[in-house]
């Protein structure tokens, strides 16, 4: 058995590391999460609604602490550094994300757990499944922590602690080192709209009782539909809720025709307006170079005119959902390239280009 425990650590160190870095890689996104538990949980808690709402501002220091955690428990665990203290602490913590990905999956709420970023993505039993799996090891863990000897190893811990934090606030500032997001860099947005081959299905009846299932669609007027089910999940497309308007009608399909720098706006609660006067001497400039300046926003229409023109931001306006907005960009106000549909460019507010280099992104 104690054989049995090593082989636990090992494995719930890595996972726990893979896990908090991948996250850490964007803290937003994990903090967008998070409100949206702490949202579903106020609805589903009217008891408790105000607790649970007064949550939602804290969440992006609720990722980063938890982000690290991960991390900084996983490493301590396979280091030995306070075995007691880092068996305990997995234990609570797993407990913890083992009761959002069982909420997810029983009440169907979050359906995404973000338990991997967005480099995995899990179905919400499937993340309930991992987390039971690693429950398990770190009871066993737990079970022969006072096998383990302790190690004087706190150095590492705290070099991890500051590598940890230090990831985050970089992500923060600028954008995550890695986008594993769909409008990534060097990403095409209309390919990702259309699915990567015919898609499949599976057509389920009950025939008499019993259920049978059709690859084509059956003439049998007799049969009862039950379910259809797609049977290669990885063909369709990786964006389905990309669209553009105004009130004019939609412009989803201009977006992706010649050369378009985008100012994304995702609302005007917490927009950094110290970064608009840069932003806005770039939208000048490449407008007279052939690069088209456009704002993406999901506010309402008044309330954006009187911001535009407080602003002095010359550029077109257009709505875009507030979801899609904070997946294509994790800054506010944040700037995204398009040429012919392909992202050229993507920057933080903290990072707005010169002219010149969006210029030549696009020739």
Not at 83 to 98: D, E, N, Q
Not at 112 to 130: R, V
Not at 149 to 163: F, M, Q
Not at 287 to 315: D, M, R, W
Request: charged share 20%; net charge neutral; glycine share 6%.
């Amino acid at each position: 058995m104690k054989i049995l425990a090593q082989i636990s650590r090992i494995i719930v160190g890595l996972l726990f590391i893979f896990s908090g870095l991948i996250k850490l890689n964007d803290p937003v996104g994990t903090q967008y999460k998070l409100e949206e538990y702490f949202e579903v949980f106020a609805m589903d808690l009217p008891q408790f609604h105000d607790f649970f709402m007064a949550l939602v501002p804290l969440a992006l220091y609720f990722s980063v602490f938890l982000c690290t955690a991960e991390v900084v428990l996983g490493i301590a665990l396979l280091v030995g550094y306070k075995p007691r203290t880092t068996a305990w602490s997995l234990l609570l913590i797993i407990v913890f994300f083992t009761f959002l990905t069982f909420y997810s999956a029983y009440f169907n709420k979050v359906t995404d757990c973000g338990c991997f970023g967005a480099a995995i993505k899990l179905t919400p039993w499937t993340s309930f499944g991992k987390d039971i799996f690693l429950l398990a090891l770190i009871l066993i863990i737990v079970f022969y922590r006072k096998k383990f000897k302790a190690l004087p190893t706190g150095i590492i811990v705290v070099i991890s602690t500051i590598a940890s934090l230090g990831i985050a606030v970089y992500a923060l500032r600028h954008l995550p080192i890695l986008d594993l997001l769909p409008y990534r860099v060097g990403a095409s947005i209309p390919a990702q709209l259309k699915p990567s081959e015919p898609l499949r299905y599976l057509y389920i009846f009950d025939k008499g009782g019993k259920e049978v299932e059709f690859e084509k669609y059956p003439s049998d007027t007799t049969l009862v539909f039950k379910e259809m089910v797609v049977l290669n999940e990885d063909a369709k497309p990786k964006i389905t809720d990309y669209k553009v308007w105004n009130d004019a009608g939609d412009y989803t399909e201009e977006t992706f025709k010649g050369k378009k720098l985008f100012l994304i706006i995702k609302n005007l609660t917490d927009i950094n307006t110290a970064a608009l006067p840069d932003i806005n001497k770039l939208i000048n400039r490449v407008k007279t170079k052939g690069v088209e300046p456009i704002i993406l926003t999901s506010g309402n229409s008044e309330e954006i005119v009187k911001f535009l023109a407080a602003h002095q931001l010359n550029a077109p306006y257009y709505y875009v959902d507030a979801t899609v907005l904070k997946t294509i960009s994790r800054s506010n106000p944040g700037l995204w390239l398009l040429k012919d549909g392909v992202v050229k460019g993507k920057w933080h507010y903290n990072d707005t280009p010169e002219a010149e280099e969006v210029i030549e992104l696009v020739k």
